[in-house]
Nanobody
């Protein structure tokens, strides 16, 4: 079992920045991890992912603005978000994939005002 706890969400003006954190309850060394988001009335979508070897992947809508990273010593991944836009407003979720199972955090709200 893996518990994930996100933090760092909040209200920010367009053009601003936020850093989200996702702390895992156990070592993330062998986990595939990612960030997803879900806006009101929309389906959950993948935002960014990072493998155990630190290969990263981004949705086209966030490339060049968001950066995902991991800190194995802290069992935490991060999502640095810059140049935020109102359309980035959503609940952001952390996901871990480990030994064939998937685990989700409870989500953190990000609201970008215009």
């Amino acid at each position: 079992q893996v518990q994930l706890v996100e933090s760092g969400g909040g209200l920010v003006q367009a053009g601003g920045s936020l850093r989200l954190s996702c702390a895992a309850s156990r070592s993330i060394g062998s986990m595939f991890m990612g960030w997803y988001r879900q806006a009101p009335g929309k389906q959950r979508e993948a935002v960014a992912s990072i493998t155990s070897t630190e290969d990263t992947n981004y949705a086209d809508s966030v490339k060049g603005r968001f950066s995902i990273s991991r800190d194995g010593a802290k069992n935490t991944i991060y999502l640095q978000m810059s140049s935020l836009k109102p359309e980035d407003t959503a609940v952001y979720y952390c996901k871990a994939r480990w030994w064939g199972s998937e685990y989700w955090g409870q989500g953190t709200q990000v609201t970008v005002s215009s």
